[in-house]
């Protein structure tokens, strides 16, 4: 095996990249960013290792790196230095001079912001957390690559609900061979979610009345979980017919997730399921025929809000009650609720090249849910499927 | 299917745990302790539901709920109160009347304690991390059983490795059939590490030189990954004949995580990993002849160390060059990294009651690596093992 049998990141993204966040640094007056989280780290230099991301407005880039030094150098394009600790980054001058550093406000830990507040005295410390999640929102023909790779596992999974999929197994049995069928063709292990308490099982299935049962996560789906120390996901429920079983699973290849839903019943779908099944398919067509790049989320929001209020289903759209969600899409791409978002009352412009989850879902309290849920990437004229698999409901 | 078919966590428990916490707030002067990350809610509460919880030092702790106040309240002892944010619990009289507010400063993003900061305005922060990390190191008899049904969720994974591991196929192959075998078996889905960017694989299976390939994970052993936006655990590379295949595993159950190693071999171990087991192994016994309640971690590394030396494989021990870690024994419960840490010049003594995982390991720079790793219960006159699997190498 030759050391490093991956797709690496190349040069040029690397350079696109950092110069996009230095333009929004130079309109937001930050001199230098100091990044710490390992995606953006990632995202911005090409490897996970354990180190820190300064990015000069003017100079160079420089990453960090405490560990491991010879395989960030092997992987990054970027100037590689080895530190022990924060305290070695003193002596870079960009970051020494510097009146105004950058900072991922929405991650960083206040223990951590106190070692490099005490490390870099004198300076005023700014918010960038939104700059980097909107350079990291239009994704370069590249990354497109890496997530279409991401939804052909998501396809070869569904593919195999049919063959994998009895009737009285456990939602966790299927969960451990769907599961296991995505590692085998290379999903990357785990999905990634921004922020604090932010987890995300790989596959949630949920048959009959688990999708409806109200939990803590911010989907319209939660599922009972096998504990309550998770709490969402598939649980010891058996599978039975003519019920809706829900499966939505993440792909995830070479750091990219994906995020899709599909609906299966052994059996019949019996209404209200059936029917609230087709008003999703509805408010997927009607989506498909408006959005592309211009489109604001707001306005599209209000389209699928339409047509779900004229067939009567509003009380269980994206959600029953308090466990209701604003949003109807989210942004995927290193992390799993990236921009855009496409929310109720949020102005949000589509732009060329991003790519997001549409999921038009619905939940009767009690008794169950449908959904599904589709990846695309904007265009200049409209939204282009990530995956081709089909999106109807499979009867098994 | 009943609403709640989990095992909660018993109102004595909470109440003892909150006790725990009381005690150390007090001697730091705290007043009132503001919790966030949601293990820290779920270990003083009883429920992963998405919120706030406040423990004053005098009056009954309140449990402020976002999502899902109704699933939240059936599963904790506690008060629990709806709100639709923070700005809610403004009104609550003993964090309005407070002067010193305890935070977990390792977890809390700086953008979150900023809103805390606005919200609760004139008062002094303080951070509890350690405070919070202390009472969890001692575990109680209701938490050691929870980790004896994680621990049992591994012997079922390591036992089934004989008749799923073959040779020529992928690591990440048997990673996918070993942890479908965890998942059925109830595994609840991922592992928990405090902190920022980390990350563990419920499993990593390396064979041969996979692993020696140097990464970021503060672990002796690392693994390619099958992509460096990974970069650790299992990758495509095959497993052979006459090579070390460790196996490092973690079983989660109700919340708890065990983390056991075992190496495993297609035909014969070779040296220097035959040699280097037998040292593990003796350091494994030294260790368990000397360990019990009282007895300093820091003494207990230097008797390893003195294994390890008289057979003169210090240079391969827990790792080689930058890759070497300090510690051999680290705490297990609800996350994996968790208290005491058994390390080199670390002062920290053995309590009954602590729970870790103990992993004398050797690293071959470029041929490969091999080591065991056993869970261990503090008693007060020894350490007892958790899971009866047997420690020796075992042929395939």
Redesign the interface.
Known sequence: ?C??????TPREEIERRIEGLRTRMEEGGVEVALL???VDV?YFS?????GYLVVPLQQEAVLFIQ?????ASL?SPLRVEKVRGLRDLRGFRPLLQAKRVG?E??????????RIERSFQGKEFL?I?RDILSVRARKSPFEIEQLKRSGEIVVHVFSKVPELCKEGMAE??L???L??????R?????LRMR???Q?M?NIAIMAG??GA????P?TPL?G????????Q?A???RIGRDEPIVVDYGGG????TTDETRTFVIGRLPEPFKGAYEVALEVLHTFEAHAKAGSNGRDLYELCLKVVRRRGLQEYFMGYG??KVKFIGHGIG?EINEWPIIARGRDEVLEEGMVFAFEPKFVFPGRGAVGVEVDYVVRRRGVERLTDFPIEVISL
Chains 1, 2 share one sequence.
């Open positions: 095996m050391a490093l049998p991956f797709v690496l710490v989280q390992n990632f090409g490897t996970l290792q354990r560990q491991d030094y010879e395989r992987e900072l406000f929405d991650v960083l830990p206040l223990g951590l912001f106190q918010d957390s966790v049995e969960d451990a061979l599961q296991a069928e995505g590692r085998r290379g999903h990357q292990g785990w922020g604090l308490n987890e099982a009345e688990s049962f109200p939990s803590y911010d939660k009972y979980g096998v504990t309550h120390a998770i709490a996901g649980s010891w429920r290849y070479n750091g990219y308090e466990g290193l």
